[in-house]
Nanobody, 121 residues
Framework: QVKLVESGGGSVQAGGSLRLSCAAS????????MAWFRQAPGKERAGVVA???????PYGDIAQGRFIIYKDTAKSTVYLQMDSLKPEDTAMYYC???????????????WGQGTQVTVSS
């Protein structure tokens, strides 16, 4: 069983950048499809971007041109580089691991505890 721990969240002004990290332990991330989701207060959990063994897969247009997912297999860590942040990006960001690329959130069996991102205008 893999354990996921997110970090890197914080408060930033609009237009700024953050890099979120998701460190995995108990198993190697190379065995999983990884994804980032986010959930704002009062809203449903939404997919941001996923990464399988060879390609990334955006969920809708949230990540288009602003967010990049990548991994360091040696460090067993997945990253989400977020640039040009907007106030509407404010949410709790979660890392997930599963076996189906760009799946619905309910299909990912492993989750981290989340890291808060707050973007002020």
């Amino acid at each position: 069983q893999v354990k996921l721990v997110e970090s890197g969240g914080g408060s930033v002004q609009a237009g700024g950048s953050l890099r979120l990290s998701c460190a995995a332990s108990g198993d190697t991330i190379s065995r999983f499809d990884m994804a980032w989701f986010r959930q704002a207060p009062g809203k449903e959990r939404a997919g941001v971007v996923a990464l399988d063994r060879v390609r990334s897969c955006p969920y809708g247009d949230i990540a288009q041109g602003r967010f990049i997912i990548y991994k360091d297999t040696a460090k067993s860590t997945v990253y989400l580089q977020m640039d040009s942040l907007k106030p509407e990006d404010t949410a709790m960001y979660y890392c997930a691991a599963g076996s189906t690329t760009c799946a619905l959130w309910s299909e990912y069996p492993y989750w981290g505890q989340g890291t808060q991102v707050t973007v002020s205008s």
